[in-house]
Structure formats: structure tokens, C-alpha cells
């Protein structure tokens, strides 16, 4: 296991330099090879938007997030995606690209329900806050999302979970890091299915 610190990613991220978040996330799978990974796996999002530079030149292979969340989709059938998770996530190309590829429709909140999510992930979560207030404005979320249609939402962040849990949300949930997880003890097991 490897990797730079957030801020590193965040000082790249917020120039909108997302060259600069794949040359971390390179560093981070050459000292894996090095040591003897099979393969790679980067439990965060919003990097993911740094994903195709990244795969064309990683000395090792790597699972993607946003396709073990469309497989999770797919095989439960859900056909429309409420898509939560930083401003980056919510607003960036990842899950679009990889949702229409696979057939699956989605959703994503408003401008001012993605500003106050992205400010409870950076301002709260990540720094171990736990607000009811803020786990009141996810569900609201999550409820307006289901009015449109949404037949599950994407946990996005990996710090979502903290607070969003398929026992409070108005809809099932995809928890994108527990989803990738699974996947990659899938894969370092040999298992196929589930």
C-alpha cells in the first residue's frame, strides 16, 4: 500500500493540474512494482478523473472504481444512478464516461446541493467531523434524487459512508471504496464471481 497525502493531491486537484495527480499516482505504482504488487487499485474518486494518463503508462494493471460500481449496478439492476461525492466527482467526466458505456442512466445533484456536499466531505468528513445536520442534507439529496427517478446512489467519497449507510439512505447504495475493495480481494484470491 502506497500513497502521497492528501494535501499533495489537493495542491494538484485544486490548479485543476490533473497531469500532476497522475504523476503522483504513477510514483505510487512504480514503488508498488517495486515491491511486488500484481496489480493497483486507488480507493479515491476524484482521481480517478486522472485514471486513462495514468493506465496507459502504469507498469502494473489497475482496477477502476467507476466500473466496479457500473458492474455492481448492472448485476443488481439498477438503471438510473444518483451520483454523489466531491465537487470533482459530482461535476468531473469519470462516471458519465463509464456509466453511458455501460447502458446505465444517472443523476447528479444541483449546483448548491454539490457545493454543500463537497463542502461536508472537505470541511467535516475528512477531518473526522460527524454533523446530524449534514447527514440531514445527503438524505435530502438522496430523497430529491429518488424523486427523479434514481433507483440507487453512488457513495462516491470514500468518507460518504461515514455517515450515509444503506440502513439511512432513501435508496440502496453503491459504496464505490467497499465495491472496489471486494473487487481486488476478488481478483488477489483468484475468485471469479462473487
Not at 448485476?75 to 446505465?104: C, H, K, S
Not at 463537497?118 to 477531518?127: G, M, P, S
Request: proline residues 6%.
Amino acid at each position: 500500500m502506497h500513497t502521497h497525502s492528501l494535501g499533495e493531491y489537493m495542491d494538484f486537484i485544486d490548479r485543476d493540474d490533473w497531469q500532476g495527480v497522475a504523476d503522483l499516482m504513477l510514483s505510487s505504482a512504480e514503488k508498488l512494482k517495486r515491491v511486488g504488487a500484481d496489480f493497483l487499485i486507488c480507493p479515491d474518486n476524484t482521481i480517478h478523473r486522472s485514471f486513462a494518463a495514468v493506465a496507459e503508462r502504469s507498469p502494473l494493471p489497475w482496477l477502476h472504481i467507476v466500473e466496479e460500481v457500473a458492474a455492481e449496478a448492472r448485476r443488481r439492476g439498477f438503471q438510473r444512478l444518483a451520483i454523489t461525492g466531491t465537487r470533482y466527482t459530482m461535476e468531473g467526466p469519470i462516471y458519465p464516461e463509464v456509466l453511458e458505456r455501460n447502458g446505465i442512466d444517472y443523476r447528479v445533484p444541483g449546483p448548491v446541493d454539490r457545493g454543500e456536499i463537497n463542502r461536508i466531505i472537505f470541511d467535516e468528513l475528512v477531518n473526522g467531523i460527524f454533523k446530524s445536520e449534514s447527514l440531514a442534507v445527503f438524505l435530502a439529496v438522496i430523497e430529491d434524487m429518488k424523486a427523479e427517478g434514481c433507483d440507487a446512489v453512488v457513495l462516491g467519497c470514500t468518507e460518504i459512508p461515514l455517515i450515509v449507510t444503506p440502513e439511512n439512505s432513501p435508496l440502496p447504495v453503491l459504496d464505490s471504496t467497499r465495491l472496489l475493495a471486494r473487487a481486488a480481494l476478488k481478483k488477489a484470491v483468484g475468485s471469479p464471481g462473487n
